[in-house]
């Protein structure tokens, strides 16, 4: 747990040019704030406290305008930018190096059991007010523009997605424009 704090300060300090220092990105980045707590919500949550983890969640909700369930999975060097309105839904899992901007959602449809929320990749951005919901698949290494709605349909790996709905224009490096691919509907 604590590799993966010391790679989130190490992305806030490479993602955001406002962190001049080490102390300042401490104690005024309040989005790391809330990734740390995550971090230590998610380690109870792992070990099977009860209530805990999610009183921390919540505080950390309250303090901070990002809201993260301690159950997700979020990989190392993770950074929010301005935070306020990140939501981060229960089987939500998130890839190393992912950025996202404030107002993102990582939510469900309530259509679906189980897994419910999305899975990205490593590397992904995700840009201001984006909605990404249901069970569905976000490649590496993928830019999603701001205002970008994303609901049931993958998006594939090495793409710039933008628009509502959400449509490629640019995979591997070459500029197109079509629709994503749908995600199966639950049984």
Same mark, same amino acid.
């Given at each position: 747990?604590?590799?993966?704090?010391?790679?989130?300060?190490?992305?806030?300090?490479?993602?955001?040019?406002?962190?001049?220092?080490?102390?300042?990105?401490?104690?005024?980045?309040?989005?790391?704030?809330?990734?740390?707590?995550?971090?230590?919500?998610?380690?109870?949550?792992?070990?099977?406290?009860?209530?805990?983890?999610?009183?921390?969640?919540?505080?950390?909700?309250?303090?901070?305008?990002?809201?993260?369930?301690?159950?997700?999975?979020?990989?190392?060097?993770?950074?929010?930018?301005?935070?306020?309105?990140?939501?981060?839904?229960?089987?939500?899992?998130?890839?190393?190096?992912?950025?996202?901007?404030?107002?993102?959602?990582?939510?469900?449809?309530?259509?679906?059991?189980?897994?419910?929320?999305?899975? %990205? /990749?490593? &590397?992904? !951005? #995700? $840009?201001? +007010? @984006?909605?990404?919901?249901?069970?569905?698949? %976000? /490649?590496? &290494?993928? !830019? #999603? $523009?701001? +205002? @970008?709605?994303?609901?049931?349909?993958?998006?594939?790996?090495?793409?710039?997605?933008? $628009?509502?709905?959400?449509?490629?224009?640019?995979?591997?490096?070459?500029?197109?424009?079509?629709?994503?691919?749908?995600?199966?509907?639950?049984?």
């Amino acid at each position: 747990m604590f590799d993966k704090i010391c790679r989130d300060i190490r992305a806030v300090r490479e993602n955001d040019p406002a962190a001049r220092n080490l102390l300042e990105t401490l104690l005024c980045h309040t989005p790391l704030h809330a990734i740390m707590v995550y971090r230590l919500a998610h380690q109870l949550y792992r070990w099977k406290l009860p209530l805990f983890p999610r009183l921390l969640a919540t505080v950390a909700k309250a303090a901070t305008g990002v809201e993260i369930h301690p159950a997700a999975e979020i990989g190392e060097g993770f950074f929010i930018d301005h935070g306020v309105g990140v939501v981060i839904g229960e089987t939500a899992r998130v890839g190393k190096n992912c950025v996202m901007f404030h107002n993102v959602t990582l939510g469900g449809t309530g259509k679906h059991q189980g897994k419910r929320h999305p899975t %990205v /990749g490593d &590397n992904v !951005l #995700i $840009g201001t +007010n @984006s909605v990404l919901l249901g069970p569905i698949a %976000v /490649g590496s &290494n993928t !830019l #999603i $523009g701001a +205002n @970008s709605f994303i609901i049931m349909h993958d998006v594939p790996p090495n793409c710039t997605v933008v $628009g509502t709905p959400a449509r490629i224009i640019k995979q591997d490096g070459r500029r197109v424009d079509r629709p994503l691919a749908r995600t199966a509907e639950p049984e």
